[in-house]
């Protein structure tokens, strides 16, 4: 939903409300007797409107949040990105280091899929798998058909699975199935959304974004009422401007002898 069609909504909404003030501005005519009627009226009139107007523009708020947030933040956020190695890693990172915006791109983490193997094979390649390639700093085997491997943040990831890929098979004759380049792309905040558009959806996968801006959407999300108790809430914002129209006499009254009351304590 784009500003002017929320625009749109809450005028539309605001128009609703009118038209509960103006029937309850008609009570001298319609008598005193008619009250829960008004109430009746204000109450059903808000709950409408809340439900077709201000509830829709509920799921935008986020949206409209994240925008304010990046445009006043001089912070950066950081695109989770896994990047499968069927594609060409090395050539991903550099385009992406090219794509305005991003301050820079790092690759320090591989998860590989393997067949499954058995607990001794799990320790020797604990033991000698960081001896295959230089650039590996730890390995690390969640499961049995799973290795995680950390390397240098400057390093060809390609290479890394390349040599992993030769011993394995050469070593154990553990087959690789398939593997994924966690790449993180540190970007202004302000760009995250052009960025994210730039990157080739057809070979990545974007994991999660992070940085001070997601943490305050993260927020918003949980401050925001629930669709229901925005709908209540304007049901009784309905009834009480009904309310208004029909004290509206009485209310100014009281205005006037509480101003003239501080009027006289000046003088």
């Not at 558009?197 to 993260?218: C, N, R, Y």
Request: charged residues 20%; proline residues 3%; aromatic residues 8%.
């Amino acid at each position: 939903m784009g500003t002017l069609a929320v625009i749109l909504m809450i005028v539309l909404f605001l128009v609703l409300m009118v038209f509960i003030f103006s029937i309850a501005l008609l009570t001298p005519l319609i008598g005193k007797k008619n009250l829960l009627f008004v109430i009746f009226l204000g109450f059903t009139v808000g709950v409408v409107g809340g439900a077709f107007f201000i509830s829709p523009i509920m799921d935008d708020i986020p949206d409209m949040g994240r925008s304010i947030y990046q445009f006043t933040s001089n912070s950066s956020e950081v695109i989770e990105v896994d990047v499968a190695t069927n594609t060409n890693v090395t050539q991903f990172i550099e385009t992406t280091k090219g794509i305005e915006g991003v301050k820079s791109v790092k690759s320090n983490e591989i998860t590989i899929k393997t067949d499954p193997f058995s607990d001794t094979w799990k320790n020797i390649i604990m033991a000698r798998a960081a001896s295959v390639n230089s650039n590996i700093t730890s390995i690390s085997i969640p499961s049995n058909n799973t290795i995680i491997v950390k390397v240098n943040e400057n390093s060809n990831p390609q290479n890394v699975i390349n040599n992993l890929e030769e011993w394995l098979m050469f070593a154990g004759g553990i087959n690789i199935k398939y593997s994924t380049v966690h790449v993180s792309v540190n970007v202004d905040s302000s760009q995250v959304d052009t960025v994210v558009a730039k990157l080739p959806q057809d070979q990545i996968v974007i994991t999660g974004i992070k940085g001070p801006v997601e943490d305050k959407i993260q927020y918003l999300n949980a401050v925001l009422p629930k669709k229901s108790n925005v709908v209540l809430v304007c049901g009784i914002l309905g009834m009480l401007v009904g309310l208004t129209g029909v004290f509206l006499d009485t209310i100014l009254e009281v205005l006037r002898r509480t101003r003239d009351k501080f009027r006289k304590k000046e003088e």
